[in-house]
DNA sequence: CCGTGCCTTGCAAACGATTGCAGAAACTTG
DNA sequence: CAAGTTTCTGCAATCGTTTGCAAGGCACGG
């Protein structure tokens, strides 16, 4: 029993003009064309008759189908929703819906993704975390306007926003310093990823600097952001090495840290102090509440809806690139150095 | 430089048939239709030139968007992201997209968000916990099959996906007892959404039936499923009442139990127990570990997309409401009664 | 050899918007 | 008042499919 939808010939045919006035008048950039009077008549009975434009043939016609992709690893990992959240709540008020594609950090899944979202003519694209190559879009002949977050781009002019790794690393090595840590471990980030390799850049760097031990059997490298492997990267640095702390490269990472200390019988922030990266929701809930490095999330999903809405109205865009300060959040999971460092 | 997309006309033009025949060939359904030499010739030039259907002109003429709108309050509730990444599982691999709204628990943000969901024209919906009536569509005189996903329907006939809300808190109830508890409070849920009262009414038979206290100063109301009202609820108990434990109706008021608990100075699990419902995400994490019910989250969605296939295929499906078993999960929230009741 | 029916295929009309073009009416202006 | 200009509106094409209808070709039976 649907009752068919009020098109514009029906709101013509009340009125008694041409549909093509109709659509002018409905449309706000037009609607200066047509007399302001029957302009009045015809919106009024547009409201009255509850029309409501066909998004298909405005796509046909058009080519815009008023939607963005989105490709994010995985939705259950916590980061992501705030940062899809932000993304929302600019996107929508312009007209925007969401489409979100899961890619489990494959790069196979990442293709189909991809190629879904064009096959939909989407208008624009996000990706977090992306493991291609900055010009996938390119091969498949596409020209859709693409917006990087949490990955920065090799190519130039391509816009992203991120937030300043080093800064964060580095703010954690002294914080670890200043507890009387002198040999800190590295759970690396895969280093396909660009944060996974500035914050392992970084980790050595600031080590160093701070005048740290800079073992290479200290830093022991993971192939994706998750529990797991931070829990076997974890398991093997302990099996061969002695150190005061792990820095993992982000929460998920430490986490899995976690898993290898108790594992170990070893108590975190006590005997091995653990920190993290990102500060995703609930980190401050864990047993023993993580210190972490926040980034602001809701903003790193607004950034990158803002740049994307620059390039699709085509807005001379001022900046390309965002870059977020992250901030040193100091909780339980770091402690100051035992006095033997732990086997 | 958008390569302009192959459309039926090129490949049409190139074969030297009309579009029509080609549609006829790319169509699995009409494919018999045509002469199967012509045919693959057709298929193969389609394939090599890389045609694409146009998404928008098949929508239009068939007015199949292939686009499902999934409505919840939050996806940064750990609860969502399993449910939606069940519903992607089941419902990818027929070519639907899926687009979320976030609706914060507000009716009128819930409204709206239907109200773009059939203006955008999509071919079906789920939705999540919501607090509108069940007829919210017929309103809008819009046949949009609709699934229901942890909300009963209280018209028979409209599908849904639920747990055995009942068994669940008998369950607890039942681990309390064991435990030695006498008296039991209750965060309960907002008695708009059905698994509020379920779970609350179940909650006072249960209490009943095994002899506990009964008074309803033991029972607290909120307004949302949320950590604050949790919070809120909690702190209110503890000022008018005597308990040894306190069960939420879901775990993120749970949450909100720990922080009333940790404001007044008690230790979750020693002075007073807690326990949650659902099992979300990182509450076998928290400080202490959440006693909770578990709840198939993936299934769910991976049902709730199925009943919803079912709707969109005309397949008489047999049933209209699946429901789950939850599983008592005991954590370390939960703890013998302790000999005085803390105040 | 012709009528009947099937198998293919093309034609053309939708679907519901947008938009360049042209013409009619109204208004300036000298 | 004529000529030119502006303002408004309608016409018709177009976007890329799908699909009912009709017609051509061919085989077959009587």
Redesign the interface.
Known sequence: ???PRVTLKDIAGRVGVHPSTVSRVLNPKTRGMVNPEIAATIAETADKMGY??????Y??RTRR?FIIGVMIP???N?VF??I??GI?RILEPHGY????A?TDNSSERERVSIE?F????VDGLITATSLLSDDFLVDL???VPVVFVNRRAETPGVPSVVVNDAAGIAAIIEHLVSLGHRRVAHVAGPQLMSTGKIRYETFVEECRKAGLATDATLIEFTDAFMEGEGRRAATALLKREKFTAIVAANDLLA?GC?GALADAGLVCGRDVSVTGFNDM??VD?????LTTVHIPLNEMGEGAARLLLDQLMENGSSETTITLQPELVVRASTGPAPKVAKK
């Open positions: 029993m649907t009752k409501r434009p066909n998004p298909f043939a796509s046909l189908s995985d939705i259950a916590p929703p705030p899809i959240r929302e819906a969401v489409v979100l899961n879904r064009v096959e939909r003519q002949g596409a020209d986490l976690y929701p609930f809930r864990l047993q023993p509440p």
